[in-house]
């Protein structure tokens, strides 16, 4: 029959009761310890393997026994509250400049906005000194600074897939708090040089709470602490320059504040407006000097074309003013286009004054067959189709003519002469009036009105031209 334990029965005879017991508990604890042995290895690797691998949020802690503590402190109030200020970096990297509205004056930004803070109720022990990073869930429950864009007209921070917010907390207690943000801003822009004008915007950042005495927003590193994106373009503007500065601005009623400046320069591409303003323009100024080679006896030819090119600088003038601000000053393109339609509208006038001469001519011609009938050779059929288009030189050459000498028939539809050989024999008083003199002329000569026009005008518009691009290029 086995004994227990396998001890020999011969073993427990001389045995008292007391050591009995004591040797049956050893065996069986020798043999427990057998049959657990391996299972307790197991135990053991599992343990290695998972504080090898510890993942923080699987383990359910008490309030205690949180990491970074946040229920255990009062985060409606500033770091180190009571002390000096609380100094926060901010550096931003412009993503893109998505607009700029003349109409508006205003300007549209997309920008990655980032501080940088200590918060001493935030640091956290740790051997390896990481970085923790969180989502925007847990901004709400710290502190954060509560900067703001002043003069903004619209803000609003990205939200697809989720709040574009991102929170990296340090060891130390070393915050950085990262925003996606696009601004709509006020900038006041000067358009006296329109559309030869560059413009200056500046989109300024500034804690709305905390004066300079609780908070001193700084640029973290001077002008690199704005960066932007090589790709940034605009159809209209060529993007000069950015940089950044910072100044107090005060408040009366709540104080100084530390405000953060990010400027930006433009120049505006006038490609555009020449094709699309200035060529025009230019173009129907060019069409109302047609009309100075066009017959003056051709009255709808000349109206219809001096009407027209009025009414489309008139459109031009209208098109340009719709796309701008109704400001109180005067523009560039407006100087440009202003002269240009007083010169398409002298044309209208020089016409009306040829006109209105080669009538007054016509009427004197008939009141003077009228009172001296003698035509002096030119039939009265003839005398109404005279051009008068001839120098002074030219009539002189008739003044030995008498009645009874007739003009030659080509040059009667030329010359508009009408030359009267008086007698001598008469002593009449008013035959008396009229001794001494050889002969009377009546020469006008309105076409001369247009011959002149042909050189001033262009002249003219070409030395505005060139005083106007000097001064405004």
Known sequence: MPQPCGIPAGSWAGAQPGQHRERLWACHAVMLLAVMLPSLMAELHLLHIYKKNHDVTKTRKGKTDQLLRVDDHDFTMRPAFGGPAIPVGVDVQVESLDSISEVDMDFTMTLYLRHYWKDER?????????????????????????????????????????????????????????????????????????????????????????TDEDLMLYWKNGNESLKTDEKISLSQFLIQKFHTTSRLAFYSSTGWYNRLYISFTLRRHIFFFLLQTYFPATLMVMLSWVSFWIDRRAVPARVSLGITTV???????????????????????????????????????????????????ERKERKLREKFPCTCGIPHSKTMMLDGNYSESDANSLAGYTRSQMVPEEEKQEKMVVHLAMSNASNSPRKRGLKGHMGLRIIQNTHAIDKYSRLIFPGTYIFFNLIYWSVFS
């Open 122 to 210: 935030l640091s956290f022990p740790s051997t390896t000194n990481n970085s923790m990073t969180f989502d925007g869930r847990l901004v709400k429950k710290i502190w954060v600074p509560d900067v703001f864009f002043v003069h903004s007209k619209r803000s609003f921070i990205h939200d697809t897939t989720t709040d574009n917010i991102m929170l990296r907390v340090f060891p130390d207690g070393h915050v950085l708090y990262s925003m996606r943000i696009t601004v709509t801003a006020m900038c006041n822009m000067d358009f006296s040089h329109f559309p030869l004008d560059s413009q200056t915007c500046s989109l300024e950042l500034e804690s709305y709470a905390y």
């Open 311 to 361: 009414l489309t600088m008139s459109t031009i003038i209208t098109g340009v003013n719709a796309s701008m601000p109704r400001v109180s000053y005067i523009k560039a393109v407006d100087i440009y286009l202003w002269v240009s339609f007083v010169f398409v509208f002298l044309s209208v006038l020089e016409y009306a004054a040829v006109n209105y001469l080669t009538t007054v001519q």
